[in-house]
């Protein structure tokens, strides 16, 4: 079983970057999602893929952390940002291109 070691994306519900400072651990899925026919929900007999989230402080530590307990593991860098931040106050600039 392969685990993905990712540092996780600010939501589109944060203005800041709050929670993308950790590193998190998660493991692949080995069996595919059914739906349940009563209730429509989707799940798996796989514990480790739906319920367990590992959380480090940095990436080396997880990284330790799969070797240690001899799991496979996948590191996705971080990504840098795109656009600089910006003020409100820009918006209602007179040098503010139309």
């Known amino acids: 079983m392969t685990a993905r070691i990712y540092c996780p994306a600010k939501t589109a519900m944060q203005s800041g970057r709050a929670g993308t400072r950790f590193w998190v651990l998660d493991y692949a899925s080995s069996s595919a999602k059914t739906a349940d026919p009563l ?3 989707t799940g798996s007999s796989d514990m480790k893929a739906d319920q367990l989230h590992l959380t480090f402080g940095s990436r080396e530590e997880a990284v330790a952390y799969a070797e240690r307990n001899g799991i496979d593991y996948r590191v996705t860098e971080r ?8 003020s409100y106050a820009d918006n209602f600039g007179w040098r503010r291109p139309d």
Do not use: E, L, N, S
């Open 39 to 41: 209730m429509g929900w």
């Open 79 to 86: 990504q840098a940002r795109k656009i600089a931040p910006k």
